[in-house]
């Protein structure tokens, strides 16, 4: 990568960070104008990752170290953007259109600064995706919180208050104990640049590696409380039910946030050496625990929001568990089904809105039968020989079937592709080529356990809300409400169509990462653009 497209790496950051400035500036008066501006850095957004996807997906391989400022590493800030970033950085894009879309119907006027605060949340996602430095990832950490604390807090409301301040406080611990676990790593190993602690981290003595492993231990909890690992998940079912739509819709990305951060630190810092393996035990059986906690609150889950939210948790534990196994070919499997869960959810999460929403108008479209409503003794038996359902519920049941089908991992969906290519290498047909053991088989156990809680809940909601009555009311649903949707349900059919090139896309991206010495030599080998004095930027 050179010449302007080198430029790229950085707009991601800097596309929401200007449009965020720029629409401080338009009067709050001015809706349309402000949705304009943060439509645009969204749809440019997309434009600028799927080109930065698809350089990373050619023949190159690695290909994207910038240093900020044209300092060198470990002394400058770096940015750096592989397989996963790019591929993290796409997904961002393309929720972040979707929610945007939506909110235009009715929810990005029902508060102020909401572009604004749409705009600083990619910023921070986008940097933490790209940053090479553990300091400034912290810094675009709360640039993310900061911002989603009041995305969360919009539209008000005494349950999205109370949600609210309970996400705050755990964040606002879980921000304090990123800097306590950055300050003992960087005391013990004397840099906070990610390529060169990894290859300091083998030659630290055995005493003060101890040190540095205990700073790492605290950093995972971090990105572990926002991951949603259990017994630190209670907050997520409660804040993402209570957020608005559209902010639920983008808030899926970021517990994979916390997932990615895991995935990079584990297999750069302790892939090798003799800090080799460092904390996968907790990943495994805190996974385990996640994925047995999100089960029974998915069975338990009688409100569309919550089954939402405890899905989360789903989809959060088995991708910790795969990261507590650390085998390559299970973990292809799971970066597919990273991308198609995020897809779903977010898509779940909007469509919860349109189908609530007969039932905030009055309408009975959770009964299943008249009976129900008292109202069978009214009307003459055999008066109607069917019910026909009008188009909106249609199209409302046809997406609910999509995510119900994506959730569960039923064929022939993308969720089916990736829980199979998950199972089939856990079972010893991919890298692993051992007989499984008893932890591996629970591990299958618990993965089917979770699409069949997932049927049962997404058939018994189904039921009660599409089983309707023939006086409900159809929800009044806006073209710019149910397209975004749409369009999520209909990137994860693009991705069990594509299910060849994507698993070899995360195939590659699995073995760049399984080897430290490419990522260090990247960033170590990167030099400052000759002609131009360090602090400066151009040409």
Known sequence: MNGWSHHLIVAPILIPLIASALLLFIDERRRVAKAMVSLASAILLV??????????????????????????????????????????????????????????????AVGAHFHSMFQLLLMGVNGAFLTGDLFNLFVFFEVMLAASYGLLLHGSGPL???????????????????????????????????????????????????????????????????????????????????????VAGIFAIMSKLGIYVILRLTMLLFGEGPSAGFGAPVLLYGGMATLIFGIVGVLASQALGRLAGFSVLVSSGTLLMVLGINDGAVSSGALLYLVSSTLTISAFFMLIELVERGQDAGANVLAVTMEAYGEADDEPENEEEGVTMPGTMAVLGICFAACGILLSGLPPLSGFVAKFAMLSAMMGTGSIGVPPTAAIWALVVLVILSGIAALISMTRVGIRTFWSSIEGTVPRVLVIEIVPVMFLLALTLALTVRAGPAMQYMDTTIRTLSKPSIYIDAVNNALPIKGVKAGTEGE
């Open 47 to 108: 434009v600028i990752a799927f080109i930065l996807f698809r350089i990373e997906s050619g023949p190159n391989g690695f290909e994207g170290v910038y240093l900020v400022g044209n300092w060198s590493a470990p002394f400058g800030i770096v940015l750096v953007l592989d397989g996963l970033s790019a591929m993290m950085l796409l997904l961002t894009a393309l929720l972040a259109v979707s929610a945007l879309v939506f909110s235009l119907a009715r929810w990005h």
């Open 160 to 246: 999205r208050v109370k949600a609210g301040m309970h996400y705050i406080a755990v964040n606002l611990v879980a921000a304090l104990l990123f800097l306590i676990g950055v300050s003992l790593i960087y005391g013990t190993a004397g840099t906070l640049n990610m390529a060169d602690l990894a290859a300091r981290i083998p030659e630290i003595e055995p005493d003060r590696r101890m040190l540095m492993e205990a700073g790492a231990g605290i950093l995972g909890v971090v990105f572990l409380i926002k991951a949603g690992m259990w017994p630190l998940c209670f907050w997520l079912p409660t804040a993402y039910s209570a957020a608005s739509a559209p």
